[in-house]
């Protein structure tokens, strides 16, 4: 049982050297947006309601970005593990394409519906003037934050090209650097230091769009600069070309990923505005369960992703399906694992942490409510996250598109609509139930997994 489920000093080297710097940076990433997030809040509770909105909206462009370029992403990983560089060249291109034409229909759907879609946030009881100033706040939010969407997209096509490649040093540094870039920024142009004027919540947009230009500088510089490190990257803007096989295979492969994240995202942002209709305190209340928990889950969340590249190099290189199995087992515990340590440690926090902000009494006890119901169910998401990815690195990407937004919609978003309109019931039995339901799809997942048709070389 003991060899079963834990590896050997080289398997777990191995691991740290893919998963370590992801983790880092996504670590830094969400602790500098916890102080963004705290910074914001010292500005006032309706401030803070109105930038959590549209951050929750701009979320789901983000991991429909993050989607887009994960059905080529299977395939650069593949290549790379079959040292075809002229394939990665092909996923970079594909990448690109994508990344374009997504920020178009993002501009177009914030700018002509973006004040419908804060309207929704606000229909819960309280007070009419925190709402029409959470969504004065939120506009001005949101038209900033519009001329980070181009940056944020190719960035997001280097990056994880780098990371598919084994590269997680560099676009971890990027990170790094726009984190800090960011929380500099956040300090001067939130409250005025410096000489700067004091812009708020404008400020808090601006320095966030100026750090992911630096990021995508950073990056793209170096890839650039490196041709023998990225041989892929030689030629690539010579030519906007794709063989039309491997890009009907792309899409084909890639657009159930698309899809998912899309229904994903926005089933999140549902099952938000289900909670909103409990209140307005709910808002501000969720921005602060939320912060923190995203940083509890930064090692369970990287673990997914170094599960993706490892086992799509692995598949890519040939490796049988007792090999693939046995490492997949192993990091999966790893995941687990994770999730049961920052969980405790999450749950542990949950009475200080609220006090940080510049809110009510009322809104700090909610929070640290939420925040240990999300700690329960830690371990349930890190098991469901690498449930998630190793199915996507075999190409399964219809049958991940099952697993995570078919259950979102089918299961999570009915429930929360039905009991949140139809019911008296409260923000606390509303939040468990909707978080309990990850239960069920960790089961799903456990014989996803056993029946093996993920396992599968898609460079052949």
């Not at 102080?35 to 006032?44: A, E, K, S, Y």
Request: net charge positive; with cysteine; glycine share 10%.
């Amino acid at each position: 049982m003991f060899k079963k489920f834990i590896g050997t000093r080289s398997f777990y080297r191995r691991v740290l050297t893919i998963a370590l710097p992801i983790i880092v940076q996504n670590g830094i990433t969400n602790f500098v947006s916890l102080l963004d997030n705290i910074m914001v809040g010292q500005v006032g509770t309706v401030p803070m309601s109105g930038v959590s909105i549209v951050n929750g909206l701009i979320f789901v462009f983000n991991l429909c970005v993050f989607g887009a370029s994960s059905g080529a992403g299977i395939f650069t990983a593949q290549f790379y593990g079959s040292m075809d560089a002229e394939g990665v060249r092909h996923t970079f291109r594909y990448k690109t394409l994508v990344s374009l034409l997504l920020t178009a229909a993002g501009w177009g759907i914030f700018l002509s519906g973006g004040q419908a879609l804060i309207g929704l946030y606000l229909t819960g009881e309280g007070d009419a003037a925190l709402a029409a100033g959470a969504m004065s706040y939120g506009m001005q939010y949101l038209k900033i934050m519009l001329w980070g969407f181009l940056p944020f997209a190719i960035t997001n096509t280097y990056a994880s090209t780098l990371k598919e490649c084994g590269n997680t040093m560099v676009p971890m540094l990027a990170g790094i650097a726009a984190v800090l870039v960011n929380l500099c920024l956040n300090y001067v142009l939130i409250f005025g230091h410096f000489g700067a004027p004091a812009l708020g919540v404008s400020g808090a947009a601006l320095a966030t769009v100026i750090s992911r230009y630096v990021e995508l500088a950073i990056v793209a510089i170096w890839t650039h600069r490196h041709p023998h490190r990225c041989p892929y990257i030689a030629g690539v803007y010579r030519s906007a070309y794709i063989p039309g096989r491997l890009f009907q295979t792309i899409t084909v492969k890639g657009m159930p990923l698309l899809v998912n994240e899309f229904l994903w995202s926005t089933g999140v942002a549902v099952l938000n505005q289900c909670y909103s209709t409990c209140g307005l305190d709910v808002v501000p209340a969720m921005n602060i369960a939320t912060t923190l928990g995203n940083l509890a889950s930064v090692v369970f969340m990287s673990m997914g992703n170094a599960v993706g590249i490892l086992m799509g190099q692995m598949l890519g290189a040939g490796h049988t399906e007792a090999e693939v199995r046995d490492s997949n087992r192993k990091l999966i515990a790893v995941s687990i694992a994770s999730g049961i340590l920052f969980g405790g440690v999450m749950a542990s926090f949950s009475g200080a942490f609220p006090h940080i902000y510049n809110t009510t009494d009322s809104v700090r006890l909610l929070a640290a409510e939420l925040i240990c119901i999300y700690a329960c169910m830690m371990p349930f998401h890190a098991y469901a996250n690498a449930t998630y990815f190793t199915l996507r690195s075999g190409g399964q990407t219809f049958v991940t598109f099952l697993f995570d937004s078919c259950f979102m919609w089918v299961c999570s978003v009915p429930v929360a609509i039905c009991l949140s309109r139809f019911t008296g019931i409260s923000i606390l039995p509303l939040y468990a139930l909707c978080q309990g339901l990850d239960a069920i799809k960790c089961v799903i997942g456990f014989f996803m997994l056993k029946q093996g048709k993920w396992i599968q070389n898609l460079t052949h």
